[in-house]
């Protein structure tokens, strides 16, 4: 006999269509997500939400007029007489729920906040909400008056990072607008991660050994090799770290004694584009005009603490005058658009009295895994106390994932894309030709710039 005779038509047919959404989920999954995944998911949202609110705490008593039971009297039976009727009874009141909108990893969703709610009610509650929805992880995006928007991440997009590349040129040429906002890697939320200098001049990159921070080095130096911006380097490691990319490097330092007198060279151009933007009344160097504009400048720090770390007294000396000129380009750095990359282990105030000023000067902050929960609070400061949980928790098989915080003062997850040495070298390389020389740094902006052919000179 046949066993597709034994089998009941609709059987085989939902077999079929059970077998076809599967293969369809496997070979597809983005047109699958969209069609299939997403609206299922978003009824059962809109199903449970009242449910998993008053799980998490979400909801408020409201007093409402409800169709209710109200117990009537008990009859010389024995009997309780119960009767319906319309009164006003205090009843759990959800947040109101928008439709959600998909997203390739995920949705997001906004919600009317309920009296007395702050979207960092939202904030704290954002692991039951992960675990009631069953996604990796929900994060707070976005809030206005009255409103929170939540995103939910149904796959980790950190998982698969594709390596930082080169960036176009614009096909209009680089303009302001485009500078200094270098793609190295990808959000949590799927989005690419931008290490926005104009935003957020200054940076600081920390993690134990082995997690990440050099390649986050590489990618930067790959996305930021094409933008007609000078890098400066100063790598106490020996040069180990950055010598292979020198060609694109405008200067590099390997000891404290050079990196002082670098650092004094730039106070000395920061001081000169002083003058230049006072002379054009001008706050900043984006308010001049194209043509007058200096070259911003990135400073690339390797392994901060070896700037700061001193053996003898009269080490001591050159540490004091590194700390005073880095917290100097820290704190007016931005408007003269000398920006600062300060990678380390630590950055705390074992390296010296002047590290924490410094640090408070740096507005973002890069925290890679770290082994002590020390590390994680002098890197996050007194953020949501579930960044520096996220900070610890990232295992050391997921090297280059980091814990950063955005403009708004709100932390994510985030991952560099992998950029090997030889990639970074080659980049290196390739926009040799875009380096600034030192003597065009100096005199950009000041009305005589030195001509473009002029040959690049690496100081130290
Ligand atoms: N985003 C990434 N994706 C995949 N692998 C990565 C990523 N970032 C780093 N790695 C791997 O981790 C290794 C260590 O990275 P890296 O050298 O950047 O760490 P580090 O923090 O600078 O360490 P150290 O403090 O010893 O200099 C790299 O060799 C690379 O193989
Ligand atoms: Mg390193």
């Known amino acids: 006999m046949n066993l597709l005779d034994v089998i009941p038509r609709p059987a085989l047919i939902a077999l079929g269509v059970l077998v076809a959404l599967r293969l369809w989920r496997r070979l597809a999954p983005v047109s699958y997500w969209y069609l ?14 009242r449910h998993i609110a008053s799980g998490c705490g979400l909801t408020k008593k409201r007093h409402r007029w409800w169709f209710t039971t109200v117990p009537g009297l008990v009859a010389s039976t024995g009997v309780v007489k119960v009767k319906r009727r319309f009164q006003r009874v205090a009843v759990d ?3 109101w729920m928008k439709l959600p ?20 009610d939202y904030a704290k509650v954002c692991e039951r ?12 995006v976005g809030s206005r008056p009255g409103r929170v928007t939540l995103q939910a991440s149904v796959r980790d997009p950190l998982t698969n990072v594709q390596p930082a590349t080169p960036c176009d040129d614009p096909p209009s040429g680089w303009t302001a607008a485009d500078l200094l906002r270098p793609v190295v890697g990808v959000l949590e939320s799927g989005a690419s991660w931008s290490l926005d200098f ?14 990440g921070k050099s390649n986050l080095i590489n990618a930067l130096i790959v996305a930021l090799a094409r933008q007609p911006v000078a890098l400066v380097g100063f790598d106490l490691k020996g040069g180990v770290e950055l010598s292979p990319y020198a060609p694109r490097l405008s200067a590099l330092v390997t000891n404290r004694t050079d990196a ?12 000169l584009r002083m003058l230049a933007c006072r002379e054009h009344g001008a706050r900043d160097i984006w308010q001049l005009p194209d043509a007058l504009r200096p070259i911003p400048v990135v400073i690339l720090v390797d392994e901060l603490a070896e700037l700061f770390l001193t053996a003898d007294k009269a080490e001591k000396d050159e540490v004091t005058k590194t700390a005073t000129a880095l917290l100097r380009i820290a704190q007016l750095g931005r408007a003269f658009g000398i920006h600062l990359l300060l990678s380390g282990q630590r950055i705390g105030s074992d390296l010296g009295p002047g590290v ?46 980091a814990i950063v915080t955005g403009a708004d003062g709100r932390w994510c997850r985030a991952r560099s894309g992998y950029v090997s040495t030889a990639a970074a070298e080659q980049a290196a390389c390739a926009f040799a030709d875009r380096t600034p020389s030192w003597d065009q740094i100096k005199a950009s902006g000041l009305g005589h710039e030195l001509d473009s052919t002029d040959q690049p000179q690496i100081a130290a």
């Open 36 to 49: 299939i995944g997403f609206p299922v998911k978003a009824v059962r949202l809109r199903w449970t939400w």
């Open 93 to 95: 009141t959800k947040p």
């Open 101 to 120: 909108r998909p997203l390739r990893h995920g949705w997001r969703v906004t919600f009317h906040l309920l009296d007395g709610q702050v979207p960092d």
């Open 129 to 140: 909400l992960a675990h009631a929805w069953r996604v990796e992880a929900v994060r707070v």
């Open 198 to 211: 104009r935003l957020i001049p200054h940076w600081m990159n920390v993690g134990a050994t082995q997690s």
């Open 260 to 271: 002082v007198k670098l650092l004094a060279e730039l106070i000395g151009i920061m001081g």
């Open 356 to 401: 924490t000023a410094l640090r408070a000067q740096i507005g973002g902050r890069i925290c890679h895994r770290v082994n002590d929960p020390e590390t994680a609070v002098m890197t996050l400061g007194d953020l949501d106390p579930d960044a520096l949980v996220a900070a610890r928790s990232i295992p050391p098989g997921m090297p280059g994932v």
